[in-house]
């Protein structure tokens, strides 16, 4: 089970496969996002951890041109005589 804890969202649940393997699609806010999950066993055992906290930027961060536009090389001019 998670439950956003910035958001006061309701808990959304998934069953893992028999490998062990599950994902989940959640809303996040802006700002950084803290996660709570809890798993539940067959024997109705449980246990509960945070997820390290997740930053959605609604605007990505500015790159200097450089970064975005690769530069070529030029090969070296040779003369002959």
């Keep these: 089970m998670y439950q956003g804890t910035n958001t006061g969202d309701l808990p959304v649940a998934t069953v893992a496969d028999s490998k062990g393997n599950y994902s989940i699609y959640v809303a996040v806010d802006k700002g950084q996002n803290i996660f709570t999950v809890t798993t539940l066993d067959s024997f109705g055992q449980s246990i509960t951890g945070h997820i390290a ?4 930027l609604a605007t990505p961060p500015v790159t200097p041109a450089s970064a975005t536009s690769p ?3 030029k090969a070296p001019t040779t003369t002959t005589k």
């Design 53 to 56: 906290p997740v930053t959605y």
């Design 71 to 73: 530069t070529q090389a």
